[in-house]
């Protein structure tokens, strides 16, 4: 694997954000090791950012992260430290990890994910075996992979109140899937412990959970380090009944389009900014950049053609889109050979272990880069984001730090939103 | 800082212990992270090694490391990510540090690890000043190193229960400073934490009372893996009443050296090994290489000349030897361009975050090579010791992920070492 190591994808000096959150690194680590006394994190995290120069948010946390073959490779043992930590906190008796991975059998970049993946679990102590779910595995199959490596998926088997991967018994199930098709059979009441939980999976999560505990998170720690939680808080409303085919909820649509834009337009106007505002609406469940449209006019959402709304209601495994999200659009402003760019950083535990650029040719900057059939380049981070220097205000790893920093914040409110929607939590109070 | 970077001193395939311990990673781990549940790892630990090829073991461990400067820059990150670990499993709450270093002004090297420690810990979110103890640091002085680095020097100073660093008041007091001259009053009975603990200085720690703990180690890990524990445990005998300037217990030492000649002599003959066996002894107190000599033939110490016994009878900071260790010589096997060289492997809280190799181009097989004086060469280790890969037989990962385990096994028994000699544990059992 070789991966294009540029230093930084935004040349210049440091916004004044990113300044004032590396002149806050003390308060802020202080701050987080605080936080996380009495939670626990989730095992894994990549989150997508934007960065507008003026304003740096996560726009999408997801819990099942892909893409860790788009790492660089040098963070390899960062990656495994703190899986070691994670294995540590979450199932410290576990020798045997079942890994349960999307159904692609094709995809590549997945695939080659998976190779990583497992390295990395096996580096840091537990035997991987990795239990499909998909019926045409039933039996040890080898992939030859077109990067040289070799991949085994087996059938995950359900054994009484266990799971078990070909006949291997795992003390731990390790979910790389994000069950956009619900929670299968197989996993339900298990003995073993399942991670993430169940409920993390996309028929039960809803990104606007996610952001109303980021809202909370980003402005407790906006008052912390003295700046508006705005620069860090993307403005959103949720539209709870929507139908799309039906053409029913448009207009409770059109309304919150029209008063998030006027929020965003204020903002502007007190910092001076000189943009279009625009939101992105999306399904408030689901993943993989699908049921996803930019708009800057309340009016496009009521006038939607069949094909914008076929596209709208249904995103990845058929789910279909009742509940949708409008979210401020952030610009991105970072840029790789004139091809826009969107900084993801991959966490273990609750360590930044990398990241890279999505780039993208043929999108604009206030367009959702994660999207279905769009090819992206991947760019993985030069630099770690723990190593800044405030001596050297211009050097990469301040901004890396700032990503580090923001991506914490969004797995703070992943943890919050986990508790605050746990079944079992429920029912014990109940 | 340039750092040579060579891929291992030893080439050629892995010895057959080296591929025990790497196929038994799993269950390495499984087995580390149970030890590790139930006691705290010290904040931070050097551990030199020897490896003979056919053997691995630690011959010294230390609890205030320096020679961070010496470690491949590659690691930091590594090292960034322990030191958050450590940090919050210890003083979670701190926000400011005191680091306390060793008493040298000019020695470069020395200094240029404080630079990197204090990057370290301040990546890892805490204010950290360093708080001399020399009466001639009376307030902040400058010093500019020859890497470029300035390094702030500032007077410890006591106020009421507490240390503060001209006028700065940490919660927490970081050692690295090995205190082979006592516990200086300033450090004692402190509200603040101290860590390591005043125990671990040199003054109150014996290098038995470690190697005793290693020996408990060591069995139980190689019942686990089913080696021969000699192979990762070197043989040691103490004698507690020697007195080299008055020529006193020179029996009792002759006599240990000659026992524990003839058990190496006998393991040597169960494998075959065709080399002189030699013991090192050395004081049993106290660091820096200071009091150590190579024994082949028990009558070599009852022979001392006056200058021998003057090199035996003192250490650092003048500590008078009158306990010494007798310790299995391991002969080091490794070499780096016709030198002999031996690992010294790094950790942070319970983590190995990298490695150099002492180089020595004056030095033998069967001598110490961290002596007082001598020049070595620093070689950093080129990969972490963390990614083997069973499928590489001969990648230098493999043999770091060998060291990276005997290091932690060192570490293991320095915490049960620093839990045995508390003496806080004592008052409350009494």
Known sequence: MTVPRLTTALAGPLPDLERRLLASQADTEHWLRGQWQDRGAPFYCSVDLRNSGFKIAPVDTNLFPAGFNNLNPQFHPLCVQAAMSAIEKACPDARGMALVPENHTRNQHYLQNLVVLQTILRNAGVNVRIGSLLREITAATEVQLESGAKLKLEPLERRGNRVAVNGFDPCVVLL???????????????????????????????????????????????????????????????????????????????????????????????????????????????????????????????GLNRKQRNKMAVVKEGLEVHEVMVQEGIYTFESVDDAVAEPVVYMIDRYVVGGFYRVHTERGQDQNLNAPGMQFKPLAFADPCSSPNPDDPGCPPNRFYAYGVIARLALLAAAIELERTDPEAEKTEA
Chains 1, 2 share one sequence.
């Open 176 to 302: 790389n899937n994000d069950l956009s098709a619900g929670a299968p059979e197989i996993l339900m009441n298990l003995e073993q412990g399942v991670l993430p939980p169940l409920h993390a999976g996309w028929t039960v999560r809803r990104k606007s959970h996610h952001f109303a505990a980021y809202r909370e998170v980003a402005e407790e720690f906006a008052k912390l380090i003295g700046i508006d939680p705005w620069l860090i808080n993307p403005y959103f409303e949720k539209c709870g009944k929507i139908n799309f085919q039906e053409r029913k909820g448009e207009e409770c649509l059109e309304g919150f389009v029209a008063e998030t834009l006027d929020d965003i337009r204020a903002k502007y106007r007190e910092y001076g900014i000189k943009h279009d505002p625009f939101v992105i609406v999306k399904a408030d469940a689901g993943t993989y950049g699908m049921g996803v449209m930019t708009v800057k006019d309340p009016a496009e959402v009521r």
